[in-house]
């Protein structure tokens, strides 16, 4: 599994857009970047996945550039209800034990 | 079902008890996995299934600790003679197969050992 590094913590206001780097110097040829959210008192929740380049989607977007020993989501006008942990996996093949560090804990203040 | 279930939401149990927590997973999901969260930490897995292979338990932290599943369907995970430090979120999670990585995840069980 590709070992990530992420921020603690970031903060906001509403309507900013958030971005989030993640590292992943050792990600593997076949490894896919996962992201996922976590509000208080819920298991996590998928949000959204990619390989290289971009990808969009109604919750985010993933920029992975052409090295892919990083990566940025990035949460566009952000509200109250995006505080939450935000969690970079690398994932790929066939191994499924999801590699969960500490998160991003997202703040967003009015 | 529409998500996976998990219950109880909430066990408050006395040191030394066992504990047994269920899971529902959605319906057609082959895979299961089960997952500790520690207070402020990341999540460290427990457990695999997947259909009628033999499951994963190479994450399970001692022989306290033990899960069952029938077919592809409820999971339940026990914890026997449970430690203050078996205190955590317990999270169930499944996905359609063992290469599809949108986990649904339920909402967790948290067990308190006073």
């Known amino acids: 599994l590709a070992k990530t590094t992420q921020p603690i913590s970031m903060d906001s206001y509403e309507g900013q857009e958030v971005n989030i780097t993640c590292s992943h110097n050792n990600i593997a040829t076949n490894d896919y970047i996962t992201w996922y959210q976590q509000f208080p008192s819920q298991g996590p929740r998928f949000i959204i996945q990619g390989y290289k380049t971009k990808v969009t989607n109604e919750v985010a977007s993933l920029f992975i550039p052409a090295d892919r020993k990083s990566s940025t989501l990035s949460l566009p006008r952000v509200s109250l209800s995006d505080t939450a942990v935000y969690y970079c996996l690398g994932t790929g093949g066939l191994d499924y034990k999801l590699s969960f560090g500490a998160g991003t804990t997202v703040t967003v203040r009015a | 079902g529409a998500g996976v279930s998990q219950s109880p939401s909430n066990k408050v149990t006395e040191k030394g008890k066992d504990v047994e927590l269920r899971c529902d997973p959605i319906s057609g999901h082959t895979a299961l996995y089960w997952y500790r969260q520690r207070l402020g930490q990341g999540l460290e897995f427990l457990i695999y299934?997947?259909?009628?292979?033999?499951?994963?338990k190479s994450g399970l932290p001692s022989d306290r600790f033990s899960a069952e599943r029938t077919g592809e369907s409820v999971s339940t995970l026990t914890i026997q003679r449970t430690q203050q430090e078996d205190s955590a979120v317990y999270l169930c999670?499944?996905?359609?197969?063992?290469?599809?990585?949108?986990?649904?995840f339920g909402s967790g069980t948290r067990l308190t050992v006073v």
């Open positions: 299934f997947q259909g009628n292979s033999a499951p994963d």
């Open positions: 999670a499944s996905s359609p197969d063992r290469e599809s990585y949108g986990y649904t």
